[in-house]
């Protein structure tokens, strides 16, 4: 089988894209995570993972998924299982069936990654659009090309254990009831998406921002978990396939299309306000990494600061931006 | 963020893969564009990386005087902590503890090794030895 796959900045995301495009719909990676009201910020002092609290600059996986039900009325199946052997037989049921399916899987048993990008993170999305021997053609929307992987790998990332374990979780949309997108459709995913950033919850959206520059200013410098958590930060922001900026630039891709899909020229305006705003989370990204690399001192207050900063700029956008959908 | 200003920083830690980053365009349009990875993140993956794997030569150090079990080393070499392993392999975290110890190591079984090395990647030889 061929598969067209396209190259895309964060896993969910890019996956849900090209499963759809491959079912015929005119899907972009923006404007599937767009729809889904996936932009976020959350901060979630108690829960860790490998010692490191979550900060998250998106929704929770598989809302991306679950997201596409709205819009395009789009039912997915999941399924997940108890054993790795089941779980292959099923995955190779639906591959002779002609179907590409999702998986979430472990990202550090996955032999293709780079060995400094092996963690383990529990919640990385892929497609798998066949099986030649014993190598499961993939694609991995974060990389340029699809790859392969041999079935005793893939299963071992299929079931790792941990935060978020995938327990073999497969899915493969059933049936897809619109095949393009109404433009009421577009502005409630918008105003949806500027509810959660403006919920008022202490740790998710820009309270959220804040909530974090409060704990981070209260940091002793000296201490290496500071520049640890520091470091933390930034690479949620960054490194975990995010498109920059925490995914900022991306909802700003997002914002641009939906201006004429949304039928709201003003949108237009808004996404050079997000790539602007992005920029500054850019910003603090250079700062805090010098900090980490010890080219200037760790000052937490001067990093707290400058996410009040964004914060500021993120509560205006939102609220200008939910009237302008409206 | 310009299409132009995407860092190619060409950095170590992508191991020569490229990443889609979002970028305006000469028009304005945000495009996908490949990047061959900014300092920033590298500094950033880097002490992540770095902090586990100076964990492990701790252990090593620790199982080499004698006061840490191999499957201390083979922990931290596989980046997992306690409770990572404890649901990896089956053991409540308390055993796990247990047996990152010379002496609750020494007493496992066959086929408790077996559940442990299956958690790691591991045949069981490599388990009870230092790489």
Redesign the interface.
Same mark, same amino acid.
């Given at each position: 089988m061929t598969f067209d796959h396209r190259h895309a900045a964060h896993c969910e995301s890019g996956v849900v894209a090209n499963l759809l495009r491959h079912h015929g719909l005119d899907m972009s990676e923006s404007l599937a995570f767009g729809l889904a009201s996936a932009l976020s910020f959350a901060y979630l002092p108690f829960i860790k993972v490998s010692g490191q609290p979550v900060v998250a600059y998106r929704a929770l996986p598989r809302a991306i998924i679950r997201g596409m039900k709205a819009p395009l009325d789009a039912h997915f199946r999941f399924e997940s299982f108890r054993s790795e052997t089941s779980g292959q037989e099923r995955l190779d049921a639906l591959l002779a069936e002609g179907r590409v399916v999702g998986l979430q899987t472990s990202v550090y048993w996955l032999p293709y990654f780079p060995p400094d990008m092996r963690f383990h993170f529990n919640a990385h999305n892929l497609l798998v659009y066949g099986k030649e021997g014993d190598d499961y053609l993939i694609s991995d929307p974060v990389f340029e090309h699809p790859v392969r992987c041999p079935s005793a790998d893939l299963a071992r990332a299929r079931f790792a254990k941990g935060v978020l374990a995938p327990k073999g979780l497969l899915y493969y949309p059933q049936r897809i009831e619109r095949r393009s997108v109404r433009p009421a459709a577009v502005r409630q995913a918008i105003a949806r998406n500027c509810r959660h950033m403006l919920a008022p919850v202490p740790i998710a959206g820009v309270r959220g921002i804040r909530f974090l520059a409060s704990r981070l200013e209260r940091l002793p410098a000296d201490e290496p978990a500071t520049a640890a958590l520091i470091g933390h930060i930034v690479r949620m922001q960054e490194e975990i396939g995010t498109g920059g900026a925490g995914f900022r630039f991306l909802y700003a891709a997002f914002l641009q299309e939906a201006a004429a899909l949304a039928e709201r020229p003003a949108l237009a305006t808004f996404a050079d306000r997000l790539t602007e705003i992005g920029d500054g989370w850019r910003g603090f990204a250079l700062k805090a990494a010098r900090m980490v690399k010890g080219r200037e001192p760790v000052v937490p207050p001067a990093i707290a600061a400058l996410l009040r900063e964004l914060a500021v700029r993120e509560e205006a956008f939102f609220r200008e931006l939910k009237t302008a959908v409206r | 963020?310009e299409a132009d200003n995407v860092p190619q920083e060409g950095n *170590? %830690?992508?191991?020569? +893969?490229?990443?889609? @980053?979002?970028? /305006?365009d000469a028009s304005?349009?945000?495009?996908?564009v %490949?990047s061959r990875g900014? &300092? @920033? &993140?590298e500094? @950033?993956? /880097? +002490? *992540?990386?770095d902090?586990m794997a100076q964990q492990a030569e701790v252990s090593r150090e620790r199982v080499l005087a004698g006061v840490a079990s191999p499957l201390e080393y083979w922990m931290h070499a /596989?980046?997992?902590?306690v *409770?990572?392993l404890a +649901?990896?392999s089956g053991f409540w975290q308390w055993r796990v503890r247990r047996h990152l110890e010379p002496r609750g190591f020494a007493r496992l079984s066959g086929a408790q090794l077996g559940r442990y090395a299956q *958690?790691l990647?591991l045949t069981v030889t490599e388990l009870r030895q230092l790489p």
């Open positions: - | 963020m *170590a %830690t992508l191991g020569g +893969q490229r990443k889609a @980053v979002y970028a /305006r304005g349009r945000l495009v996908i %490949t900014w &300092e @920033v &993140e500094i @950033v993956t /880097r +002490q *992540a990386v902090a /596989r980046r997992m902590d *409770a990572l +649901q990896s *958690a990647g």
